[in-house]
């Protein structure tokens, strides 16, 4: 794995054709690309925490996130407090979906995630540092609780590719 990983920047309106195929955009993909060091091209797809949105990232972040919630339940340990590390693992381990795509950034989304977003023409893609975001354009428009910066570049995505709010 590479010593520096490349943070999740930017974002991107992407299609999603009725079999649920779509493209990872392209500085969304050098990051994913350049984090996983030549392993398999696998995205890990799971469910955001207090957001109607499904995060994801590549795999050797797994590694690490495990690394970090070990070091949490450490801490939380020593300073006498329980955490709900067997809920933790299910939601950052268990409730997940991995895909392949290809050189070009192309896989298909699995059906759960389809539907929990509420997905039927485009996908709103959102770095987010260690990882990133895959929204339904409609959904996070409609929710205040989305950064107003956010609500406006999804908004102008819709409106240079003319998809209807």
């Not at 984090?35 to 799971?46: F, H, K, Q, Y």
């Not at 450490?74 to 268990?94: H, K, M």
Request: proline share 4%.
């Amino acid at each position: 794995m590479v010593s520096e990983r490349h943070l999740y920047q930017g974002y991107a309106l992407q299609a999603v054709d009725k079999k649920g195929r779509l493209a990872i955009p392209n500085r969304l993909r050098e990051a994913l690309n350049t984090n996983a060091d030549g392993g398999p091209r696998t995205l890990v797809i799971g469910d955001e925490t207090g957001l109607p949105c499904m995060v994801a990232y590549d795999e050797p972040w797994s590694k690490l996130l495990k690394a970090r919630l070990e070091t949490d339940f450490s801490r939380a340990l020593d300073r006498g407090e329980g955490i709900a590390r067997a809920r933790d693992a299910l939601s950052n381990f268990g409730n997940i979906d991995e895909v392949q795509f290809d050189e070009a950034g192309r896989f298909i989304l699995p059906s759960y995630v389809i539907d929990e977003l509420g997905l039927t023409d485009f996908a709103f893609f959102a770095g987010a540092g260690d990882v990133f975001h895959i929204w339904s354009p409609r959904k996070l428009l409609a929710d205040a609780d989305v950064p107003e910066g956010t609500r406006k570049r999804c908004a102008f995505a819709m409106r240079e590719k003319g998809a209807v709010a």
